[in-house]
Nanobody, 122 residues
Framework: QVQLVESGGGLVQAGDSLTLSCAAS????????MGWFRQAPGKEREFVAA????????LFADSVKGRFAISRDNAKNTVYLQMNSLKPDDTAVYYC???????????????WGQGTQVTVSS
């Protein structure tokens, strides 16, 4: 079992950068693919980025490709989401999730954090 805690959210201006962290507890972090999702008010949860167990393979949603980066430190049981050139449309609650394989479908992830709010003002 994996417990996930996100941090690093906040209020920023358009064009700013922000890095989210997701700390995992449990011995299975290094064997888990990790994903980041987000959910804006009134919208469905959507895929943002994912990284495989070793960190050697990543996936990104088209809306964030070239602006966001995902990385992990298995020694620290932590996955990161570096967000650059933020836009007001990036405003959402951001969730990290753990699963078996990298996937854009949230149902492929068994464990979820509580989320962290990111607000981008114009």
């Amino acid at each position: 079992q994996v417990q996930l805690v996100e941090s690093g959210g906040g209020l920023v201006q358009a064009g700013d950068s922000l890095t989210l962290s997701c700390a995992a507890s449990g011995r299975t972090f290094s064997s888990s693919a990790m994903g980041w999702f987000r959910q804006a008010p009134g919208k469905e949860r959507e895929f943002v980025a994912a990284i495989n167990r070793s960190g050697g393979s990543t996936l990104f949603a088209d809306s964030v490709k070239g602006r966001f980066a995902i990385s992990r430190d298995n020694a620290k049981n932590t996955v990161y989401l570096q967000m650059n050139s933020l836009k007001p449309d990036d405003t959402a609650v951001y969730y990290c999730a753990a699963g078996i394989l990298t996937n854009t479908n949230p149902r492929a992830y068994a464990y979820w954090g509580q989320g962290t709010q990111v607000t981008v003002s114009s």
